[in-house]
C-alpha cells in the first residue's frame, strides 16, 4: 500500500485520495522549471492532483500560483495540502474541467503534468484512467486551454512521455507554440530515454537547448546532476 503521505523538506503532500501518487519525474519537473519562473509571474498549474508542483514552485517563487483540478476527491486533498502548507495565502485552487473554467486574466507561466498515456493501455480504476489518460482531456483540448489561459509573451511547461514527444512538439507548432527548452530524462545511463520535460513559448528561438538526465548511476545512487536538481526537496540529500 502506497504512503499516505510524501515529506519534503518544507511541505508534506497527503496523497491517499488522490489516484497519482508523487513520482520522481513529477518532481523533476517541478523542481526544472522552479528556477526557470520569473518572480512575481502569475501561474497556473492545470491537473493539479495532490498540489505537488503547485508547492514545489511556491517555496521559491514570489507571485501568484493557481491550480485547477477536475477530479472532486483529488481537489479535496489538493485543498488540504495547499492549506496545510506555509504559503497557503498565495496559492489558490479551484475544482473544474479546464475546458470550460473562464479565469479573470491570461497567466504568465503555465505549468502541466498531464493524463498524457494517450492510446496506451488504460488502468482499471476510472479515477486512474482520469488522472494518466487522454479520455477526458486530450493533448490536443490541453492546447487549446494553455492557448485560451497564458498571456501573449507567456511560456509553459509540460511532462510526458518520450514516445509522445515529437508528436506533442507538432501539435503544439500546428498551435504556434514555440519549444525553448527540451530536459530528456532517463532511470540510468544504461537505459532508454522516458521522460521529457519541454518548455514552449510563442517566440520562435534560434537555439534550443536539450539536456539530458540519468536520475541514478550504474550503482543504484542517484547522480549528482539530479541531487542538485532535488536538493532544496528531498528530505535526504
Not at 537555439?207 to 549528482?224: A, H, K, V
Request: hydrophobic share 40%.
Amino acid at each position: 500500500m502506497p504512503n499516505p503521505y510524501f515529506q519534503f523538506k518544507q511541505f508534506t503532500i497527503f496523497q491517499d485520495q488522490c489516484a497519482m501518487k508523487v513520482c520522481t519525474d513529477a518532481c523533476i519537473l517541478g523542481a526544472w522549471f522552479s528556477e526557470k519562473t520569473p518572480a512575481y509571474s502569475s501561474i497556473l498549474d492545470i491537473g493539479s492532483g495532490t498540489g505537488l508542483l503547485m508547492l514545489m514552485l511556491a517555496q521559491k517563487h514570489k507571485g501568484e500560483i493557481q491550480g485547477i483540478e477536475l477530479d472532486l476527491s483529488a481537489y479535496k486533498q489538493l485543498k488540504e495540502n495547499i492549506g496545510q502548507s506555509r504559503w497557503r495565502d498565495e496559492l489558490r485552487v479551484f475544482p473544474g474541467d479546464i475546458r470550460q473554467f473562464n479565469f479573470p486574466h491570461k497567466f504568465d507561466f503555465i505549468i502541466t503534468n498531464p493524463p498524457f498515456y494517450e492510446g496506451d493501455l488504460a488502468a482499471d480504476s476510472h479515477s486512474k484512467n482520469l488522472a494518466r489518460h487522454s479520455k477526458e482531456l486530450t493533448l490536443a483540448e490541453l492546447l487549446s486551454a494553455i492557448d485560451e489561459n497564458l498571456s501573449a509573451e507567456g511560456s509553459f511547461g509540460i511532462l510526458l512521455p518520450y514516445h509522445r514527444v515529437y508528436y506533442f512538439e507538432e501539435l503544439a507548432r500546428s498551435r504556434y507554440f514555440h519549444l525553448r527548452e527540451r530536459l530528456l530524462v532517463r532511470q540510468t545511463p544504461r537505459h532508454a530515454l522516458f521522460r521529457a520535460v519541454l518548455h514552449f513559448s510563442r517566440n520562435k528561438e534560434n537555439f534550443i537547448p536539450e539536456t539530458e538526465l540519468s536520475i541514478q548511476n550504474e550503482q543504484g545512487q542517484y547522480t549528482d546532476e539530479f541531487v542538485e536538481l532535488m536538493r532544496d526537496y528531498y528530505l535526504k540529500l
